[in-house]
């Protein structure tokens, strides 16, 4: 389309310009527009600068039915137009009427008049700037023809009554832990815009194997933003998609080059947010530039917390909030009846840029970090309890906001301490969460910056732990809790004997007993790896007698569960039926899931020591149920073992999940490929199926298990069904989920993804089938599958246990 106020005018479908380059990715959101124009009369496609809104609009405009829009399709392209008594006269010249001579209600008379009888669809292009005289103009004409429909864009809605407003969200981005198969990237939106707009400046380019991750990450870099990735695609003539991602932190300078026909805010990136920035008030742009310390999102209190201050305080805040979502500039979401935010991380970018220029970045991070240090310890409080799984969700929600924190302790002297204590607190969410290498790399790091700043210590062991007090006892907690992760990576046993007894020695010389007890914990897994249960029995219960003394009962059940699967290995069977049955009382009483999920994993170990493999296998699978909610793959890894040994008559089967268990031990990101004191029974089994299925099928089957999406891998290990009809996998899954009742937090824990990107899935499954509500698509799953027509559900388990 062209770049003036009156940029095309077509009868019927005749006169719209054609499209220079395809529409990739949008088929379900220009159908949803289309139904929404069939009932109401003002459609709004809301969205930030770049997302595409004008192309869909076009795209909706030019599929309009002859028969919807007898008397015409019009264009208004408004991005040029500054003054806003010009409005009325410029949407006139898109009818081929002669401008009446004088400007203002003459012309809008002239307009109204012109379309009362007419049954057409009016396109207002780029509102934002003119929203008040369009809001005044499309109410007016909606008033006047009652025939009419206008579809407008604008980066806020216009705001009157009537007016449907249809969010533009950027394209979907490849997810950031599935493979980089070329088949799969191909279908995807952003990266299929990317290759399309790259081969027309680089006849002959297609996507490779080599470039595939590269590009994968890039558009999600970019957000999935269509005019960022057609920017990055231009650059094709002298980069490669690798080099183009490595020059991406300078984005504003490496995004230039857009058509020279455009307008000029449509040439860069940095131009196109400038035209956002330009329409916010003072307050507008402040927040904007302080929000951007955020990573990820942010909830409201967080950004008061963070954000406000005599300048801005709470109250005009949420003034400033409220503009930037209406502009948005800022993404809202409802999640569980409270509102989350985030920006898109170019949005993000220009903001920060803004912030270093004020000179307040520094202050801003530090009240970021202080408010992630208070999130976590309060987390680390109430971790054993009814909101276990509500805190790791938040946690893991808030994870790029806990990077930053940390960064910000590790950059900034003086501030290594505080790290420490925003690391370990809850002490088990490296393990529980997967993160076991970032949970390394980030003590690691704190420890060495802490101890450079205290400069050595007085006792030659390269530490400066013996001091008492809380603030030597952080540091002591993160050794300890350092060398727990490097077990659990499978470090040496010489190596982490040797970080163990230094950890000890600095835990007793300081009167840090809690610390001792784990100490003496950790020794106990270390026995149980030697499957020398004996001893492990004895290091648990004297750990969970000193955590009893110190009032420590999430941590004397963890030990006492520990010491349930020590027996369940190698020990008294009864005792073992008795610590697991104590434990699942405890976590019942206090409505607590992980140590749950871990007193089950104990009983499978003990139904598969009884070989009763059925029972084995509900367990663990009940395990699994109460697991994954954490992404506890090492954990989960263990049910698998249980699940795969019980499922050897089945060689195909086990092949597979020998395949899956290779996968989670890779995610790991350790020298495992088995639980220590199970690799016997590992190898074994590994044998005796490739015996049974010969090289070929054994790696066909390994392969199908080892390449899975983590979805995929355990859909297979709990025996889910194989999808839906005319949905995706993922899309299956959801509607699955959303058949049993889950709601959309519930469906995010079960599948490990954020629970925006559920929301989405729910709204992108309701607008391809058609339906209406969550109702209708639990409905429309069960006829799928031959069920019965009948409502959802109440949710549970996938697989219950005889002890649940």
Not at 187 to 211: H, K, M, Q, S
Not at 433 to 444: D, F, K, M, N, V
Not at 731 to 753: C, M, W, Y
């Amino acid at each position: 389309m062209g770049t003036g106020a009156a940029a095309g005018t077509f009868a019927g479908l005749g006169g719209l310009d054609a499209e220079l380059t395809p529409l990739i990715g949008r088929r379900t959101e220009t159908a949803r527009i289309a139904r929404l124009l069939s009932g109401a009369r003002l459609v709004t496609l809301s969205g930030p600068g770049g997302v595409g809104k004008t192309r869909l609009a076009l795209r909706v405009a030019a599929d309009a039915e002859r028969s919807a829009f007898p008397d015409g399709v019009y264009v208004a392209e408004l991005a040029d137009l500054r003054d806003p008594e010009l409005l009325a006269p410029s949407v006139l010249g898109t009818l081929d009427v002669a401008d009446p001579g004088h400007p203002g209600a003459d012309a809008a008379a002239v307009l109204a008049a012109r379309l009362r009888e007419r049954r057409a669809l009016l396109v207002l292009d780029n509102c934002e700037h003119l929203v008040d005289a369009c809001a005044r103009l499309t109410d007016a004409l909606l008033r006047a023809a009652p025939g009419l429909r206008v579809l407008a864009t604008s980066r806020q809605p216009l705001g009157i009554a009537g007016e449907q407003v249809f969010p533009v969200e950027p394209l979907p981005v490849p997810d950031a832990w599935a493979g980089h198969g070329l088949r799969d990237l191909s279908g995807n939106p952003a990266v299929a815009l990317f290759v399309d707009r790259a081969a027309a400046v680089l006849p002959g380019f297609t996507l490779t194997r080599p470039d595939a991750a590269a590009v994968a990450e890039l558009v999600r870099r970019l957000d999935g933003l269509p005019f960022a990735i057609e920017l990055a695609a231009a650059r094709i003539r002298s980069l490669t998609p690798q080099e183009i991602l490595e020059r991406l932190s300078d984005r504003f300078a490496l995004l230039t080059g857009g058509s020279s026909v455009a307008a000029d805010r449509q040439r860069t990136l940095r131009a196109l947010i400038d035209w956002s920035h330009e329409l916010c008030t003072g307050r507008e742009r402040l927040l904007w530039a302080r929000a951007s310390v955020f990573r990820g999102g942010f909830d409201l209190e967080s950004l008061e917390r963070v954000c406000a201050d005599v300048e801005l305080p709470p109250a005009a805040l949420l003034d400033a909030l409220d503009g930037l979502v209406a502009r948005s500039i800022v993404n809202c979401r409802h999640v569980q009846g409270r509102s989350h935010y985030h920006m898109l991380e170019t949005v993000r970018e220009y903001g920060h840029e803004r912030l270093a220029a004020s000179g307040s970045l520094d202050a801003l991070r530090g009240r970021h970090r202080d408010r992630y240090a208070e999130l976590t310890a309060r987390a680390g409080r109430e971790w054993f309890g009814p909101r276990q799984v509500d805190w790791f969700t938040r946690l893991r929600l808030d994870h790029p906001n806990l990077r930053a924190a940390l960064g910000f302790c590790l950059e900034r002297p003086g501030q290594a301490r505080a790290g420490l204590a925003l690391a370990v607190s809850p002490r088990h969410y490296w393990m529980t969460a997967g993160l076991l290498s970032e949970g390394r790399h980030w003590l690691s790091q704190l420890l060495a910056a802490d101890h450079a700043r205290e400069g050595g210590d007085s006792d030659g062991d390269g530490d400066d732990d013996g001091a008492a007090g809380p603030d030597a006892a952080v540091r002591v907690q993160a050794r300890v809790t350092d060398t727990y992760l490097r077990i659990l990576q499978g470090d040496p046993d010489a190596d982490v004997r040797q970080a163990l007894a230094a950890c000890e020695a600095a835990a007793e010389q300081g009167g840090h007993r809690r610390e001792s007890a784990w100490v003496w914990h950790h020794h106990g897994i270390l026995a149980v790896w030697r499957e020398d249960y004996a001893g492990a029995v004895d290091l648990f219960a004297r750990a969970r007698t000193e955590f009893h003394a110190l009032g420590c009962l999430d941590a004397a059940l963890e030990c006492r569960v520990k010491f349930a699967i020590a027996h369940a290995c190698g020990g008294e069977t009864a005792v073992a039926e008795e610590a697991c049955g104590e434990v699942e009382a405890a976590a019942r009483a206090h409505g607590e899931s992980w140590l749950h999920g871990m007193a089950l994993l104990a009983r499978a170990l003990l139904a598969l020591r009884a070989d009763a493999p059925a029972d084995a296998t509900a367990h663990a699978r009940a395990a699994i149920a109460r697991l994954r909610p954490f992404q506890d793959w090492w954990d989960v890894a263990m049910c698998v073992e249980v699940i795969a040994w019980s499922t050897r008559d089945d060689p195909r089967r086990a092949a597979r999940l020998l395949g899956v268990l290779h996968l989670l031990w890779e995610s790991l990101g350790g020298r495992l490929g088995a639980a220590p004191f199970m690799r016997a029974q590992h190898l074994r089994l590994d044998a005796a199926v490739r015996e049974a299925l010969g090289a070929a099928a054994f790696d066909r089957e390994f392969r199908r298990g080892a390449r899975a999406t983590v979805d995929e891998a355990m859909a297979h290990v709990l025996d889910d069904p194989a999808g839906v009809p005319g949905l995706t996998k993922r899309e299956s899954q959801v509607a699955e989920l959303v058949a049993e009742g889950l709601t959309n937090k519930d469906i995010a824990a079960r599948l490990t993804i954020a629970q925006r990107t559920a929301e989405n899935h729910v709204e992108r499954i309701l607008g391809k089938l058609g339906l209406a509500s969550r109702t209708q698509l639990a409905v429309w799953t069960y006829e799928q599958r031959g069920g019965p027509a009948r409502g959802p559900r109440r949710p549970g388990p996938t697989v219950r246990s005889p002890v649940d």
